[in-house]
C-alpha cells in the first residue's frame, strides 16, 4: 500500500489530469470530504477505496504506487502551464526533484513555472534557489533569450532581497548582452527594466536617470501597453529618488492613464499601489490621493490579489492612517501582518519596521523605538541601500528633534 503522501499526490495529480471534480471522483461512494482528506494525505485508504477510485480514473491500481517515470515531467509540465491551479505546479516540483536526464529545455520550462510559482507566494528562499537553477540550465543550454529571461528575473528577486550590489553587477552584465545579441525589444527592455531599478535601488541615480529615458526610447513602439506602463513606472520610481515628485507623479499619472484594468488588471492594480506610495512619501504627504489609490486597488486585489500584494495593501493603509495622524488605525493594520513572517521587498520591509518604530515612540517606548530606527539605518547602510538609509536617519532625527522639545509629543 503506497504512503498516505504519496497516495494524495498521486490521486490528486491523476484526477486533475483527467479534469474531474472531486464530486466527479467520489460519485456515491464516498463523500467529497473524505476525498479532500485522503487528497492532503490526512487519511490513508483502505484497499477497497483504492480500488474504487482507479475503476473511478479508469486505471490500473499500481498507478497509486509509484510516479510514472516515461514522460514524467512532460505530463506535469503540461497540467501545470494549461491549469490555473497551484496544486499542479506543487506536482511539478515533486517530478522534477524526481527528474533523472530530462531534457535541458523541458527542465528550464518547469522552473520557470516554478519561479512564478514562489515569487506569487513571497517564498523567497525558495525562488532563489530556483533563480540559480534557471540560470544555471539556460547557460548549459547557450540560449541568450533563456539566459537573459533568467538573468532578469534573478536581478530582480536579488534587489528585493537587498542584495543591491549583487544585483547591479548581474542586471548590467544581463542588459549588454542582449544588446549584443540584439534580443527583442522586450527582452531587451526587461532586461533595462531591472537594470534601472537596482541602479535606483543603489543610489547610482545619474545613471538611472540616463538607463530609465533610453528604457522609454526603447518602448516607444511596443504595441503592449503593460510594457509602456511599466516602463513609466521606472521612470516615475527613478524620478521619486531623484527627489523630483512633480516628474514622478506626472509619469506615474501617464502609466495609469495607459494602461486600462482589462489589459491586466493585476499590474493596474500594483499601479496604483505604487502611485500611494508615491503620494505617502511626498513631504507634505497627499493623503486624499493615495486614499484614492488604495480604495482602487483593494477592489481590484480582492479578485487578483497575491499574498504579497495583500501585504503590501495592508502596510500602505498603515502608512496612510499614520499620515492622517490615526495612530490606532495604524497599530491596527499593522496588527494585522506578521511582522516575522513579512514577503515584503527589502525596502518595503525596512520602512514598515520604521512605521512601528514611529509608533513605539508615540505609545511611550520612546528609547525601543529610537533604537530600533538607529538599527534600521544601520542595516539599509550595509546594504549599500543608501537612499533609504538617509531617510530612515531623517525619520530619526524629526524623532529626536522631537523628544527634546519639552511637552511635545514624540
Known amino acids: 500500500m503506497p504512503s498516505q503522501s504519496s497516495f494524495g499526490s498521486r490521486l490528486r495529480f491523476l484526477r486533475q ?34 480500488s474504487y477510485l482507479a475503476g473511478q480514473l479508469g486505471v490500473d491500481r499500481s498507478a497509486f504506487d509509484t510516479r510514472p517515470v516515461g514522460g514524467s515531467l512532460t505530463q506535469a509540465l503540461s497540467m501545470a502551464a494549461t491549469t490555473d491551479n497551484d496544486a499542479t505546479v506543487e506536482e511539478l516540483i515533486e517530478v522534477l526533484a524526481g527528474a533523472g536526464d530530462e531534457d535541458p529545455l523541458l527542465r528550464w520550462q518547469a522552473l520557470w513555472l516554478i519561479v512564478k510559482y514562489w515569487h506569487r507566494r513571497g517564498e523567497r528562499t525558495e525562488e532563489l534557489a530556483a533563480l540559480e537553477q534557471l540560470v544555471e540550465l539556460a547557460d548549459e543550454l547557450g540560449l ?5 529571461r533568467s538573468r532578469t528575473w534573478f536581478a530582480r528577486c536579488l534587489r528585493s532581497l537587498g542584495e543591491a550590489s549583487r544585483a547591479l553587477d548581474l542586471a548590467a552584465r544581463t542588459y549588454q548582452e542582449a544588446k549584443q545579441a540584439q534580443l527583442s525589444a522586450v527582452d531587451t527592455g526587461n532586461a533595462l527594466a531591472a537594470l534601472v531599478a537596482t541602479e535606483a535601488e543603489a543610489g547610482r541615480l545619474p545613471d538611472a536617470r540616463a538607463h530609465v529615458q533610453e528604457l522609454l526610447e526603447l518602448v516607444a513602439d511596443v504595441p503592449d501597453n503593460t510594457r509602456r506602463a511599466e516602463a513609466l513606472w521606472s521612470a516615475a520610481t527613478v524620478y521619486s529618488r531623484l527627489g523630483d515628485d512633480e516628474s514622478a507623479r506626472d509619469y ?31 513631504r507634505p504627504a497627499l493623503t486624499a490621493p493615495a486614499r484614492t489609490y488604495l480604495a482602487e486597488a483593494q477592489t481590484a486585489l480582492s479578485l487578483v490579489g497575491t499574498p504579497v500584494q495583500e501585504q503590501e495593501l495592508l502596510t500602505l493603509q498603515a502608512h496612510l492612517a499614520f499620515a492622517e495622524g490615526d495612530r490606532v488605525a495604524a497599530r491596527g493594520f499593522l496588527d494585522r501582518l506578521d511582522l516575522d513572517e513579512l514577503m515584503l521587498s527589502y525596502r518595503d520591509q525596512i520602512r514598515l519596521h520604521a512605521l512601528e ?9 520612546q528609547e525601543r523605538g529610537l533604537a530600533r530606527l538607529k538599527q534600521l539605518g544601520e542595516d539599509a547602510r550595509r546594504a549599500s541601500n543608501m537612499d533609504l538609509a538617509a531617510e530612515i536617519w531623517r525619520l530619526l532625527a524629526e524623532a529626536l528633534e522631537h523628544a527634546e522639545k519639552p511637552g511635545t509629543a514624540a
Open 144 to 148: 541568450p533569450a533563456l539566459q537573459c
Open 252 to 282: 506615474l499619472g501617464q502609466a495609469t492613464r495607459a494602461l486600462d484594468s482589462r489589459d491586466d488588471l493585476t499590474l493596474w492594480a500594483r499601479l496604483r499601489l505604487a502611485a500611494a506610495s508615491l503620494s505617502l512619501q511626498s
Open 17 to 50: 489530469q483527467q479534469g474531474l471534480s472531486q464530486a466527479a471522483l467520489a460519485g456515491d461512494e464516498i463523500s467529497t470530504g473524505y476525498l479532500s482528506r485522503l487528497e492532503s494525505g490526512a487519511r490513508q485508504p483502505t484497499e477497497r477505496v483504492i
Open 357 to 365: 518604530s514611529l509608533l513605539l515612540i508615540g505609545e511611550g517606548h
